[in-house]
């Protein structure tokens, strides 16, 4: 079994700061690329930001500039730094992992968290 479990969602002013941690657990041979996801009520998913296994980055045009990207493959953990947020990033921010989980062949899957809830409100 491959577990993601996410922390650090909660309540947050206008212009705060909040940063969420992944930590992937579980069978699997190696992490491929990690990334944040969320969802808004009545809205589809969407892409907030991705880090590759050699840290390439890429970023919504909504988080450029605010929001950071980073892993430890040591720890097989994904953080979110997440500055200036405004209303509009309230939202359920999902974990997700591309992963190889088995030696014996080149299968990947993506798995996902099970959502931490952002609220960015006044």
């Known amino acids: 079994q491959v577990q993601l479990v996410e922390s650090g969602g909660g309540l947050v002013q206008p212009g705060g700061s909040l940063r969420l941690s992944c930590a992937a657990s579980?069978?699997?041979?190696?992490?491929?690329?990690m990334g944040w996801y969320r969802q808004a009520p009545g809205k589809q998913r969407e892409l907030v930001a991705t880090i590759s296994s050699d840290r390439s980055t890429n970023y919504a045009d909504s988080a450029k500039g605010r929001f950071t990207i980073s892993r430890d493959n040591t720890k097989n953990t994904v953080w979110l730094q997440m500055n200036s947020l405004k209303p509009e990033d309230t939202a359920v921010y999902y974990c997700?992992?591309?992963?190889?989980?088995?030696?014996?062949?080149?299968?990947?899957?993506?798995?996902w968290g099970q959502g931490t809830q952002v609220t960015v409100s006044s």
């Open positions: 997700n992992a591309n992963l190889r989980i088995s030696w014996f062949n080149r299968k990947v899957d993506d798995y």
């Open positions: 579980g069978s699997f041979v190696s992490i491929n690329a």
